[in-house]
Each structure stands twice: as structure tokens, then as C-alpha cells.
């Protein structure tokens, strides 16, 4: 999975568009923010991923936001038509 952050969406003049991607290698998850990729074991991840969600649902929160618009991420490996 990839995407670009944006500086405009944090408000911040410091940070640049940067190229930010998941993977895994073995055991290990990757996360690549530009040039520089960080491996952690998935338990590791795991709770990043949930410090992750919960900061984000307050911030949403405190922007006003209080719709439930849900988005999914699936990998699709030996889907067939």
C-alpha cells in the first residue's frame, strides 16, 4: 500500500510531499516514508496501528467530523474474475 502525504492536509511548512508505502518481509513489516524505510516485527506494528486509528479518531473528532464513512484495505492475491 502507498500514498503521499501531503504538507497541506498537516499544516505544516517543514514537512515535503513524500512517498509513503507498507510492506512485508517475512515477519517483518515495512514502512517507507521516502528514502528511508523503517522494518519492525508485526507485533510492533500492530500497535503503532492502533495508536494510529485511536489519534486519528480524537482528531477527527475535534476537527467536528462525526460521520462514520468506514474505508477498507484488502489485498486481493489470487482473486480470480
Known sequence: MSALLNPAQVGS??????????????????????NDTLRMPYETALQL???????????????GDMSRHWSAVAVLDGLRA
Open 13 to 34: 511548512p517543514l514537512l515535503a510531499r513524500q512517498r509513503i508505502s507498507v510492506g512485508t518481509e517475512g515477519e517483518l513489516v515495512t514502512l517507507t516514508v521516502g
Open 49 to 63: 496501528s492502533q495508536w494510529l486509528r485511536v489519534r486519528g479518531k480524537q482528531a477527527k473528532r475535534q476537527a
